[in-house]
């Protein structure tokens, strides 16, 4: 990872877009899947690396749950103690890096409109 964040800093920190545009909130889970991938490929060794079958391969996806609620997409992970904290906390933090994105491209387009 680029940057060490601590998960516990926001309070809904699982929220991945609020808003009204299905396109930009399909582009914010995009990115947030290729973050996923991103961390299952530095924890390939927790899950068998060296092993034949591809199944055991850690992979995220098949541990978190998308919610779609008035203008609001979160995760939630399917069941958390099959996952070490560390890549919950991962997650999170890839998260949390997106919602900071968002923050921040929505500031600048606001000062570039004044």
Known sequence: MEKVLLAENLAYNNVLYIGDNPRECLKIIEKFTA?????????A???G???DNQLH???LQQHIQYHFEGGI???RFKDEDQL???VRNECLVACQSLIFEQMLLSS????ACS
Request: net charge positive; charged share 20%.
């Open 57 to 59: 391969r850690l992979q």
């Open 84 to 86: 070490p904290t560390t």
């Open 73 to 75: 997409a979160i995760f």
């Open 35 to 43: 973050r996923l991938r991103k961390i299952e490929n530095s924890y």
């Open 45 to 47: 060794g927790l899950s």
């Open 108 to 111: 600048l387009s606001t000062l």
């Open 49 to 51: 690396e060296n092993s």
